[in-house]
């Protein structure tokens, strides 16, 4: 049975307050059947990792560095995360693509240094709209998971969760429709099972993310192969947070 998730990237947003009181309303619901991830700004990790600590909510990194210490300002390492008993990170999101120059070969070093360190990875992708315009996005999204995930081996599977996030869709207000998550989370599946077979291909969750609301979660969510969301702008709100969680039944 692939697992239900939804994730909230709360990205550069949210002070020590703000952080906190965002996580004790979280905290009041219930969420049964739904693994559940917040990813707050790295000086809050740990403070959110303890006020979660008897709550089935997991708190996972935004970022690793593909190092394991160092002279490297700025960054953090996958040792310090798990001494604070964080386990599982983002990778390859399109905003560290774009902004801070991560390509395809410092992604597959930080995907491998991650599962190596036995982090689990929450590893995103996904076309821009040229891309979606020119027909390509088939193509670009194979080609980012080939010169990724699909070069690790089989036992490196189990570590890791996939987020498709069409680029025109992140922060827009416009998301994929129900059908093109779909076809796309499909293809990514095709993909998984070429190489690795169906066990494997079956198995690995596949989360949707670009402007997921609670207006739209539930469609999206419904679809077959479309295993829950990475949530960004609303995930920073509770309510909101809350009521996706909910419809990802
Ligand atoms: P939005 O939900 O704000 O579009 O962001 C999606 C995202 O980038 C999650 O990682």
Redesign the pocket.
């Known amino acids: 049975m692939r697992k239900k998730i939804v994730a909230g990237?709360w990205k550069m947003n949210n002070d020590l307050n703000q952080t906190i009181s965002l996580i004790e309303e979280l905290k009041k619901n219930h969420f049964n059947e739904v693994s559940v991830m917040i990813a707050p700004s790295s000086p809050f990790s740990k403070i959110a990792a303890d006020l979660l600590e008897n709550s089935p909510i997991e708190v996972i990194a935004q970022n690793i560095h593909q190092k394991s210490n160092g002279a490297y300002t700025g960054e953090v390492s996958c040792d310090m995360l798990k001494s604070i008993g964080i386990l599982t990170t983002l990778i390859g999101?399109s905003e560290r693509r774009a902004y801070f120059n991560e390509d395809d070969f410092v992604l597959l070093e930080k995907v491998k240094f991650a599962i190596d360190s036995g982090m689990n990875i929450i590893f995103?992708f996904g076309e821009q709209l040229k891309d979606r315009k020119s027909n390509k996005h088939f193509d670009i999204v194979k080609s980012q998971l080939e010169n990724t995930v699909l070069k690790l081996n089989s036992e490196s599977w189990k570590n890791i969760i996939l987020a498709y996030?069409p680029v025109w869709?992140?922060?827009t207000g416009e998301t994929a429709s129900p059908e093109q998550a779909q076809e796309m989370h499909e293809f990514v599946r095709s993909c998984i099972s070429k190489s690795y077979g169906d066990i494997i291909s079956d198995e690995i969750s596949i989360l949707y993310?670009?402007?997921?609301k609670p207006s739209n979660a539930i469609e999206i969510f419904s679809k077959k192969d479309v295993d829950g969301g990475?949530?960004?702008?609303?995930s920073l709100n509770a309510f909101d947070f809350s009521e996706i969680i909910k419809a990802n039944k």
């Not at 993310?209 to 997921?212: E, I, L, Q």
């Not at 990475?230 to 609303?234: E, K, Q, R, T, V």
């Open positions: 990237n999101h995103c996030e869709a992140i922060g993310g670009g402007s997921v990475l949530i960004g702008g609303a």
